[in-house]
């Protein structure tokens, strides 16, 4: 390690004491996938205890409503767990953003149980990459600012998650307040094996398009029914349709229909978006609007749309550039190649830039084979990775900003 201070010596020593590993076997023991309610409270007051170690005020912060589309059309509430939310100075000058989920993929009734470490220096297990292992190492690396000098220069926020896999709309209110304000955030999505960041992401919509039709005798009378399948497919084929450069769309199911002598009156379908731009938002949504009056009109049916485009595009813009480049530079200083490519993938990271705020999302360790039975978390990059976010968080201190 070269070009480091004095200060960043000593905060990235610290670290060796960090009980990260520890931490990742005891929070992958606990099933927290998204729908375990009484997993993911599990979860959230060990984390609460855990984070308690930092000073400022901490709460569990209860979700926002959140409705579904069931597969009869109606609309119900959604269940989520509790968020944590914790602040630290919030009168000092300098503000800072750091988030994390505490769900994972994997339900109670998911046979991926349980943690294996491997010959190659790596743990397999549910959530040990995405991300239980980004929030051990989050903590670790506040911890030792908090035990440096420049601690008083900066205030932060921590946000924590319950639904970040299912796409935060019980957070989203949640980390939109928390961003005010803030020079920049750091989430801890898992970065590639190799080290490589998610750079520019695009952005994401889901959809639920409720389609009634009118039910009669498919011998007797079907001229008198209006086929609320058929209407659906109709749909799901013009939406295809407008998908193109910039613009993915996926038509990924159509739920109803029963016997086949009834002329279905009810189909659901399920669609979702993935602009590269908020230029191709606007697209999908004109997409979207056109499709529907066209297929109510000539099916004669009713329609009505649920969902919106709840994770808009991620670009590099200026103020990211220079998180980034901060970022590669402390990587250097550490002796690590920090580089970054764009992705299709989603995540909070999304959110925050929406808000203004740079971002860099994938601080967290290195890791491979998520949201599958080969998740694998590489342990030596525990101490690699919090040290990169430690010395990232003293050099805004030490500037004041980016």
Known sequence: MTGLSAVEQDSI????DAPML???????????????????????????????????????????????????????????????????????????LFTGHMDTVYPADHPFQSLTFRDDGTLNGPGVADMK??????????????????ASR??????????????????????????????????YEPALPDGTLAGA????????????????????????????????ADLALRLSKAGGPGLAVNPAKIEGGGPNNVVPDLAVLRVNFRPASQ?????????????????ATEHDVKIDVHGSFNRPPKPIDLGAA????????????????????????????????ACGVPVVDTMGARGGAIHSPDEFLIVDSLAERAALSALTVLRIAEKGGL
Not at 13 to 16: D, P, Q, T
Not at 66 to 78: H, M
Not at 207 to 232: D, K, L, Q, T
Not at 279 to 295: K, L, P, S, T
Request: hydrophobic content about 45%; glycine content about 12%.
């Open 13 to 16: 020593a610290r670290l060796a």
């Open 22 to 96: 520890a931490q990742v076997e005891q929070w992958a023991a606990i099933n927290s996938g998204t729908r375990n309610l009484a997993g993911v409270a599990t979860m959230a007051a060990r984390l609460t205890d855990a984070f308690a170690a930092l000073p400022g005020d901490i709460a569990l912060v209860d979700p926002a409503p959140v409705t579904s589309v069931g597969a009869d059309g109606a609309t119900a509430n959604l269940q989520h767990g509790r968020h944590l939310h914790l602040r630290v100075r919030p009168n000092a000058h300098t503000q800072m």
């Open 133 to 150: 292992s980004g929030l051990a190492l989050m903590l670790a690396a506040l911890t030792s600012v908090e035990a440096s000098p420049l």
């Open 154 to 187: 900066i205030g932060y926020e921590v946000v924590i998650n319950s639904d970040e896999e299912t796409g935060s709309l019980s957070s989203a209110g949640l980390l939109a307040q928390a961003a005010r304000g803030k020079v920049a955030a750091l989430t």
């Open 201 to 232: 992401r695009g952005g994401t919509g889901n959809f639920s398009i409720v389609v009634r039709g009118r039910s009669a005798h498919a011998g007797r009378n079907p001229e008198e029914g209006r086929n609320a399948i058929v209407a659906a």
């Open 279 to 295: 230029d191709d938002i606007v697209r999908a949504r004109a997409g979207i609007d056109a499709a529907v009056a066209i297929v």
């Open 322 to 353: 220079k998180l980034f480049d901060l970022v590669k530079h402390a990587g250097t200083d550490l002796g690590l190649m920090i580089g970054w490519r764009a992705t299709g993938g989603v995540c909070d990271g999304n959110n925050i830039a």
